[in-house]
């Protein structure tokens, strides 16, 4: 079966800053796979680069078979390809179920759109925990709940592909696992995952192939245990939080 995305040769520059460089990248349907790398090793940027946030330098981004370099966030979010944000990104002021219907309303109809596990807004909302608090407003649920809302937004534009960057920062062991219990069931609704973070316990309990990044570039990528006993990649962690 062909990828689910697949990038090529892709480089971004800031100025005089590589941040990344020739990286190839394949995701394959319905995998959870973890990106890694010290800080500033460009993970962001992929994600920034396959989402449309930045145009790339150079090399290219295509989603189930269709090029997408280069086109604008809206379009590759309506082609299938969520995205959950370092930062929760809720409407502060409207309650939590209002900010779910909100961010259904955009969904495109096209193919990945078809088939949706959670049929209504509370289903979804029931499916992260937080249907009983469906009508507080966002502003007040603390930051645990609020990253799981921001889980919620992200599904309910109906990805077939989700970016996660750094899910669970900022949340203590139990939202950690509640998290991960959600996560992994993710794949099985149809909705392939690419995960970013530092907790190198979290990417081993969610994911089965890890890509790790130096300096812009892949230095390695394949099974979880192999990739963290790679001597490249203990190298690159000498001293940090392998
Ligand atoms: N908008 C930007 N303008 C200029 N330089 C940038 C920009 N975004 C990222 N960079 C630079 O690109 C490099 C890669 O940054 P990036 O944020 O992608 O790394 P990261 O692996 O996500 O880091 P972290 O783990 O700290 O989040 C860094 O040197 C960073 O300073």
Redesign the pocket.
Known sequence: MSPILEIRGLSKR??G?T?LSGVDLAIEEGEILGVV??????????F?VVTGV?MPSGGSVSFRGRDITGLKPHAISRAGIGYTFQQAMAFAGLRVLENVQIAGEHVRVNAGASHHPWPTPLALLDFVGLAALADERAGVLPFGSLRLLGLALALASRPALLLLDEPAAGLNDRETAALVGLVRQLPGHGITVCV?D?DMKLMQMLCRRLAV?DF?SKIADGPTGAVLADPKVLDVYLGGDL
């Open positions: 800031f100025g800053v941040a790398g010290p800080n500033g090793s460009g993970k962001t940027t992929l920034n930045h970013i530092h990044l812009g």
